[in-house]
Structure formats: structure tokens, C-alpha cells
């Protein structure tokens, strides 16, 4: 993740509290059970310190995560973290910096805003946050020129003459949403939403803003401040993404993986359809590296890739879990239609000339006949694709 370490490790309560007394940290990690006091414990005593660092809990396995996570998140943990997936990790703890870093900058703004006409003025002239005005029929009062550079406008005017209810805010459900908080409360907590750029490119934009008092004759309005995330949300995208995917051929890792095929497992228990795991072997991986080179052979891997992306659905998932082992996870599917499937991927790579020539062994399991976790259904598709690869010997 890029990021270097110091870290302090505690044992015991009366240790937790003194360090949060005497040091500042970026982020703590606590597992979920100690000896002699608990994560819940740990947070509480965060809480009392009134200090805002975010809170990852590290839990010992999925039934325990599943149980604890929501009251933990409810109580203002930040995010909890599978001790047996502890990759994640790095990204969890960075996504937590980053995000107090920008709450504690949108904290400092905002009671600018509220505390001091002054600051008001600086903040209006920061080209970092969108001010604006608006009254309950997205008619813009005022904006100030970063909002305007914001949404790519040519001048205030321009802007102004333009609706933030029927141009700007794409979404009817967000733009309900917006105004619908304003109206109950006067206020507008903190909400995410997209926005769309004079030349039509969306951006996101987060907001909070307040009812502001009406001048004689003037129109009631609200005003919020708007900071563009649109960099931060496709970072974070990124990095969600690199923590999921192959880096050579592009399909899901086996961290992807496994997650989807929990979650194909919750849902075939509680719609009773059934989906089926292929797994693929890429046949003569030693001899394509030592006869053609190391290069050649990734190129294989990514023809493969290749055409297991052309072969798949938008919802199935394709993924490299080992150096030369594949696997595609086909929701709503059987048996035969899995057949269909691997053979169809087959014949594609058999029609693929380039050199050196290239073929699979398959193997096929079936949720739930063929085995009701992960681990038995890729042992029942482990024992077809092998006795493909007999047969093909024998052939």
C-alpha cells in the first residue's frame, strides 16, 4: 500500500487508555476478543477519550465478523477485518487514514463557516469547496467561483440561470433526497451524491449544508457547502479493484474468488438455485516455459483469459487462483448448461492458432449436489478435471 509503519501493541486496559493519553495514532486495530476484556470494551474507551481515530476490528473468522460487525459499526467502528483474509488490511487501514484526514479538513471548513464571517469569506474564496444558495425549488441565490469552476460554467451568471434540481443533480432519488432532508430539518447532513458537469461528465460531489435566515422579502433558502470526491471515489475504485484482480491476466484473484462464491452460496441457500464451478488446468504450462520462454508462457495465461472474458456473462466471474488454475462461477446454472459452457471455451481455444497451441483439462461441480462448501465443491470439481486429463493420457 506505500505506506510506512510505526506501531505501538497493548495487552491490557489501564495500557489502551494511558497510551491514548499520551500518543496520537492513525488508526487502531483491536481484535475482537482479548484476554480479560473485549473489542467492545476497546471502543468504549476510545469513545470516553473523545478522540476521532478510526477503529478496525479484527475478527477471528466469517460466523464471528457476521455477528459483530453491524454492532460494531453502529457504535462507530470503521470497518472489521477477517483474521484469515488479513490482506485486506492494508486497504482497510488506508481507507481510514484518508478518510479522517478529508473529515477532519470538511470539520475545520465547516466551522469555519459557522463561527466566523471572516473565515465565511475565506472559505467562499477556497477553490477546494463549492459554496451555493439555493431555495426549495433548486432556484441558485448565490454560488461562489469555485463552484463554478466546479461544474465547468463560464461565469456566476451562467450558472445561476440554471436549476441545481433539474440540471445539476442527476439522480431523482438523490435530488428527492437532498431537498426532502432540507425541508424535515433545515439542514443537510452529510450525503454523497452525483452531479453533472456543464459538458455532461458526472462528478461526486459530497455535501452538508444548513437553513440560512432570509433577508426582508428575500426567498427562504439553504446553503451547502459541495467538495468534489470524483478523484477520491475513483482512488479508492482503484484500489478495490488492484486488491481483487490478477495483475497479469486481469480476471478476479482467489480473494474475489472466495467471496463470491460465498455469497453464490447464501443465495442458492435461500432461493434454491442452484450454480456451477468450473475449474480449468492449462495443460503443459512447464513445457511452454521451458521450450518457448517465461514470456510466452504468461502470454498464455492471458489468451486464456481472454477467452474465458468473451465466453461469460456479465454475471459470472472468472478467476486465476493459481499459477496455471482457472475457475468460472456460473450463477443460475446446472450441470448441462456448465457442460455447454466448458466445452464451448474448449473448442474457442482449439481454434486459437497462435503458437504454441494451447488446451485445458475442465472440471465441473454443481451447488449443492456436488458439495455445500467451497472447499468440497472445488475437491469434486478437482476429481473431473483430473479424470478428464486420464482420459485425454489414455486417448
Known amino acids: 500500500m506505500d505506506f510506512g509503519v510505526s506501531s505501538d501493541w497493548v495487552q491490557a486496559p489501564a495500557e489502551f487508555a494511558e497510551r491514548l493519553r499520551t500518543q496520537s495514532y492513525d488508526a487502531i486495530v483491536c481484535e475482537y476478543s482479548m484476554q480479560g476484556w473485549t473489542g467492545m470494551e476497546a471502543l468504549e474507551l476510545l469513545h470516553q477519550t473523545n478522540q476521532e481515530i478510526p477503529f478496525l476490528l479484527a475478527t477471528r473468522n466469517l460466523d464471528e465478523a457476521m455477528t459483530?460487525?453491524?454492532?460494531?459499526?453502529?457504535?462507530?467502528?470503521?470497518?472489521?477485518?477477517?483474521?484469515?483474509?488479513?490482506?485486506?488490511?492494508?486497504?482497510?487501514?488506508?481507507?481510514?487514514?484518508?478518510?479522517n484526514t478529508r473529515r477532519k479538513e470538511r470539520n475545520h471548513a465547516e466551522m469555519a463557516l459557522l463561527h466566523s464571517e471572516a473565515h465565511y469569506r475565506a472559505l467562499a474564496e477556497?477553490?477546494?469547496?463549492?459554496?451555493?444558495?439555493?431555495?426549495?425549488?433548486?432556484?441558485?441565490?448565490?454560488?461562489?467561483e469555485a463552484l463554478v469552476a466546479m461544474l465547468g460554467y463560464g461565469s456566476k451568471e451562467e450558472l445561476m440561470a440554471v436549476n441545481l434540481a433539474t440540471?445539476?443533480?442527476?439522480?431523482?432519488?438523490?435530488?428527492?433526497?437532498?431537498?426532502?432532508?432540507?425541508?424535515q430539518t433545515g439542514h443537510v447532513d452529510l450525503i454523497e451524491v452525483e452531479w453533472k458537469r456543464k459538458d455532461g461528465t458526472p462528478m461526486k460531489v459530497r455535501l452538508s449544508g444548513r437553513q440560512v435566515g432570509a433577508e426582508q422579502g428575500a426567498p427562504d433558502g439553504c446553503e451547502i457547502i459541495a467538495e468534489d470526491i470524483t478523484a477520491q471515489r475513483a482512488s479508492e475504485d482503484h484500489l478495490r479493484h488492484l486488491a481483487a484482480t490478477d495483475a497479469l491476466t486481469g480476471l478476479a484473484n482467489y480473494r474475489r474468488l472466495s467471496e463470491t462464491l460465498e455469497s453464490e452460496i447464501k443465495r442458492s441457500d435461500r432461493t434454491s438455485?442452484?450454480?456451477?464451478?468450473?475449474?480449468?488446468?492449462?495443460?503443459?504450462?512447464?513445457?511452454?516455459?521451458d521450450r518457448f520462454g517465461h514470456l510466452a508462457g504468461n502470454r498464455a495465461l492471458c489468451?486464456?483469459?481472454?477467452?474465458?472474458?468473451?465466453?461469460?456473462?456479465?454475471?459470472?466471474?472468472?478467476?486465476?487462483?493459481?499459477?496455471?488454475?482457472?475457475a468460472i462461477i456460473l450463477p443460475e446454472t446446472r450441470a448441462k448448461e456448465a457442460g455447454a459452457v466448458g466445452r464451448r471455451i474448449c473448442e474457442r481455444l482449439s481454434s486459437d492458432k497462435e503458437e504454441p497451441l494451447l488446451s485445458v483439462s475442465v472440471g465441473i461441480a454443481v451447488y449443492p449436489e456436488d458439495g455445500t462448501t467451497i472447499d468440497t465443491l472445488f475437491q469434486s470439481a478437482d476429481r473431473a478435471l483430473y479424470k478428464m486429463k486420464q482420459r485425454e493420457k489414455t486417448a
Open 273 to 289: 438455485r442452484a450454480f456451477a464451478v468450473l475449474i480449468f488446468d492449462l495443460d503443459g504450462m512447464k513445457r511452454i516455459n
Open 303 to 326: 489468451r486464456l483469459a481472454d477467452i474465458f472474458r468473451f465466453s461469460c456473462r456479465s454475471i459470472d466471474t472468472a478467476a486465476r487462483y493459481g499459477g496455471d488454475e482457472f
Open 126 to 144: 477556497n477553490p477546494t469547496f463549492g459554496i451555493c444558495r439555493f431555495d426549495l425549488d433548486g432556484r441558485f441565490l448565490d454560488v461562489n
Open 167 to 183: 440540471a445539476i443533480i442527476r439522480d431523482p432519488t438523490e435530488r428527492a433526497r437532498l431537498f426532502e432532508s432540507y425541508r
Open 68 to 99: 459483530v460487525t453491524d454492532a460494531f459499526l453502529r457504535k462507530g467502528a470503521f470497518d472489521c477485518v477477517n483474521k484469515n483474509r488479513l490482506n485486506r488490511l492494508p486497504l482497510a487501514v488506508a481507507l481510514a487514514v484518508e478518510e
